[in-house]
């Protein structure tokens, strides 16, 4: 009997002490989430309830509970966000569709720098060069935004924050995993998902570094799907992430850093339209390097961040209508400058002012046609200001405007303003309203304008007008909803004519809905989930693949101090794909994809006060078979282990 007291007394004892875990950890978790500090919105440090604008922050906690999820996976759990392709071969590209927009109308920045793809036809960035372990946050900023931002934020901005240096002198990290990447209708016992990543970072004095290095290599799945159940050859993706940072405090008011990253990736690929092609193979390069000096004083800081960015993309493909093997080469080169001065002229009253300088160009060579960068190049000047008042009542205002300087097509301005209110802030409670109205501009890109098969130098800007309007909700321990409403109209969107075959400018607009909510039944659970609504105008060049409803549901479960556990479910709804040339049906018509629904699985467990980390994932639990896009493999039911060291 003695026994048995001694075994319920441990077992509740344990609880108590799980319990109340639990609740200090809630506990800081609301302090942070009513004080978090966010550098998106303006560019500097500013707290989260003084901005209008819809700001998501991921934070290093959420990676690495996230473990074996790649940047574009975690991305596509995001209220409003939905990646086209988020669930086919690596091998193939992804992209990024934020409330119903375009992937060239996001912008990607990577600390604060624009990593735009002037190789490219859409000029967006590929994410796939981007490796999860060498992330500390990401920050997502809704709408437009060309204000602070320039070309491209019409959408929204992605801001990826790299990790830095730690105070130590010297620590790291080292995490592995192994995976399988099969189809719903294979099932393949080889661990053909392998990932490996490095990272040593420290202080010693007034200097700083970080180096890290990641690994990745994927087979087992071809990128094409068969009709008629032939077998095709597998796919295979293999990738190298080098990042270096280093950094120097010349002065207590004066520091610089600097960053170089190299990423490298080869893939085979497949034409879709069902046709396997094994000779199909292709490599991209990435080299970034920059500086930022930075000057604190009295009343502000000052800084200029200068970047170089290169990228150089090859590939292989097979031409079935000559029956030749065709190269093509793809080269482009961007320079920013970006010189910003915020002065705050008192706690309630701030000005960030700045000047942007651009130079981008691209040399390619096709089968078709070839494009020099001496032609194809131009550069812009962007003068801009933004001043934000945050008064003493909880209200805060937000305004700004650009001149955008283009040396082909002329000068664009935009300017956006919005404002906050907390209309109700207490011990338990806090409500804020906040609504914003913002343009947006993107400039065509060097292969549209220069292209000798389809570029047309006439080519306008397109520009973006967006409304939004709604309210984020923290009550007590337990609740935190937010709704937005947004309102996009798009002017001279450029499309590709399939008429004349050229890039030309159209129109459209879209509208919808974003809500997202955490409810804490208990201290060791919580529930998340998100729905997006998104109506848009039927236009062929931009629907394609855009489902109207999209919910995201995530269960989040702390059983004990070292452990966690994670189900995320997402429901998406029917989707539309213009068939310009008939490949799956009829030219010219529609072809509506179903609904699907997929559920993850995540868990990881700590011991050695946390230096050891145990993690496992299992995607597409439900074996789902179902049509991400059109012509290409999706993937079914999978399972990644790893392990990640901290010394």
Same mark, same amino acid.
């Given at each position: 009997m003695k026994k048995q007291l001694l075994i319920v007394s441990v077992l509740v004892c344990n609880l108590v002490n799980t319990n109340l875990f639990a609740q200090k950890k809630l506990q800081k978790e609301r302090v942070e989430t009513l004080k978090e500090i966010v550098v998106t919105a303006t560019k500097f440090t500013l707290k989260k309830e003084n901005t209008g604008k819809v700001i998501h922050k991921i934070t290093q906690k959420e990676l690495q509970q996230n473990a074996g999820k790649s940047v574009i996976e975690i991305l596509n759990t995001i209220a409003g966000i939905d990646v086209r392709g988020v669930n086919t071969n690596p091998? /193939?590209?992804?992209?990024?569709?934020?409330?119903?927009?375009?992937?060239?109308?996001?912008?990607?920045?990577?600390?604060?720098?624009?990593?735009?793809?002037?190789?490219?036809?859409?000029? /967006?960035?590929?994410?796939?060069?981007?490796?999860?372990?060498?992330?500390?946050?990401? /920050?997502?900023?809704?709408?437009?935004?060309?204000?602070?931002?320039?070309?491209?934020?019409?959408?929204?901005?992605?801001?990826?924050?790299?990790?830095?240096?730690?105070?130590?002198?010297?620590?790291?990290?080292?995490?592995?995993?192994?995976?399988?990447?099969?189809?719903?209708?294979?099932?393949?016992?080889?661990?053909?998902?392998?990932?490996?990543?490095?990272?040593?970072?420290?202080? #010693?004095?007034?200097?700083?570094?970080?180096?890290?290095?990641?690994?990745?290599?994927?087979?087992?799945?071809?990128?094409?799907?068969?009709?008629?159940?032939?077998?095709?050859?597998?796919?295979?993706?293999?990738?190298?992430?080098?990042?270096?940072?280093?950094?120097?405090?010349?002065?207590?008011?004066?520091?610089?850093?600097?960053?170089?990253?190299?990423?490298?990736?080869?893939?085979?690929?497949?034409?879709?339209?069902?046709?396997?092609?094994p000779v199909n193979n292709g490599d991209n390069q990435q080299f970034r390097f920059g500086v930022k000096p930075t000057f604190t004083y009295k009343n502000g800081q000052l800084y200029l961040l200068a970047s170089v960015n290169t990228v150089d993309r090859n590939f292989d493909q097979f031409n079935?209508?000559?029956?030749?093997?065709?190269?093509?080469?793809?080269?482009?080169?961007?320079?920013?400058?970006?010189?910003?001065?915020?002065?705050?002229?008192?706690?309630?009253?701030?000005?960030?002012?700045?000047?942007?300088?651009?130079?981008?160009?691209?040399?390619?060579?096709?089968?078709?046609?070839?494009?020099?960068?001496?032609?194809?190049?131009?550069?812009?000047?962007?003068?801009y200001a933004s001043v934000v008042f945050i008064t003493d009542f909880g209200a805060s205002f937000n305004a700004g405007l650009r001149y955008n300087i283009h040396h082909v097509y002329g000068n664009q301005l935009?300017?956006?303003?919005?404002?906050?209110?907390?209309?109700?802030?207490? /011990?338990?409670?806090?409500?804020?309203?906040?609504?914003?109205?913002?343009?947006?501009?993107?400039?065509?890109?060097?292969?549209?304008?220069?292209?000798?098969?389809?570029?047309?130098?006439?080519?306008?800007?397109?520009?973006?007008?967006?409304?939004?309007?709604?309210?984020?909700?923290?009550?007590?321990?337990?609740?935190?909803?937010?709704? #937005?409403?947004?309102?996009?109209?798009?002017?001279?969107?450029?499309?590709?004519?399939?008429?004349?075959?050229?890039?030309?400018?159209?129109?459209?607009?879209?509208?919808?809905?974003?809500?997202?909510?955490?409810?804490?039944?208990?201290?060791?659970?919580s529930v998340n989930a998100s729905y997006t609504f998104i109506n848009k105008d039927e236009f062929e060049d931009f629907d394609d693949y855009i489902p109207a409803n999209k919910l995201v549901v995530g269960l989040d479960v702390t059983p004990f101090k070292n452990a966690f556990l994670n189900f995320s479910y997402r429901n998406v709804g029917k989707r539309t794909f213009f068939d310009r040339y008939g490949s799956f049906g009829n030219a010219d018509e529609d072809v509506i994809l179903k609904k699907y629904q997929v559920l993850d699985v995540m868990a990881n467990y700590k011991i050695l006060h946390g230096t050891v980390t145990f993690f496992t994932a299992f995607t597409n639990l439900l074996n789902e078979d179902y049509n991400d896009v059109l012509g290409y493999s999706t993937r079914g039911r999978n399972y990644k282990v790893g392990i990640r060291l901290q010394f």
């Open positions: 091998t /193939e590209p992804r992209s990024i569709n934020i409330r119903g927009g375009r992937s060239r109308q996001v912008l990607v920045l990577i600390d604060g720098v624009p990593v735009t793809d002037q190789s490219a036809i859409n000029q /967006e960035f590929d994410l796939r060069l981007l490796a999860v372990n060498q992330i500390e946050s990401i /920050e997502i900023l809704k709408g437009a935004s060309s204000t602070l931002y320039g070309s491209g934020a019409a959408t929204a901005v992605i801001n990826i924050v790299l990790k830095k240096a730690s105070k130590n002198n010297i620590s790291g990290s080292f995490e592995t995993s192994l995976g399988t990447n099969n189809t719903a209708n294979t099932s393949k016992s080889t661990l053909s998902d392998r990932n490996q990543n490095i990272n040593i970072n420290g202080s #010693v004095g007034k200097f700083n570094f970080l180096a890290s290095f990641s690994l990745t290599g994927v087979n087992g799945m071809s990128s094409a799907v068969s009709k008629t159940n032939a077998i095709f050859e597998d796919d295979a993706f293999y990738s190298k992430n080098t990042l270096l940072k280093l950094g120097y405090h010349i002065h207590k008011n004066l520091k610089i850093e600097t960053f170089l990253n190299f990423d490298d990736f080869k893939y085979d690929f497949d034409a879709s339209f069902f046709l396997d092609n079935a209508f000559a029956g030749t093997l065709d190269f093509y080469n793809f080269k482009g080169r961007s320079v920013h400058l970006d010189l910003v001065n915020k002065y705050e002229f008192s706690k309630s009253l701030q000005l960030i002012a700045g000047i942007n300088y651009q130079e981008h160009s691209n040399n390619t060579t096709t089968p078709f046609a070839i494009i020099n960068k001496k032609v194809a190049n131009f550069n812009t000047l962007d003068p935009v300017y956006d303003g919005n404002i906050a209110y907390t209309v109700l802030k207490s /011990e338990n409670t806090n409500i804020k309203l906040l609504t914003s109205y913002s343009t947006a501009f993107i400039a065509p890109s060097l292969y549209q304008l220069f292209d000798g098969f389809a570029g047309n130098i006439d080519l306008k800007p397109e520009t973006n007008e967006t409304f939004e309007a709604g309210f984020d909700m923290n009550y007590q321990d337990w609740l935190q909803l937010n709704a #937005v409403y947004f309102k996009r109209e798009e002017n001279d969107a450029i499309i590709f004519d399939t008429t004349t075959f050229k890039y030309a400018n159209g129109s459209t607009n879209a509208n919808g809905l974003e809500v997202s909510t955490k409810v804490v039944p208990t201290a060791f659970l």
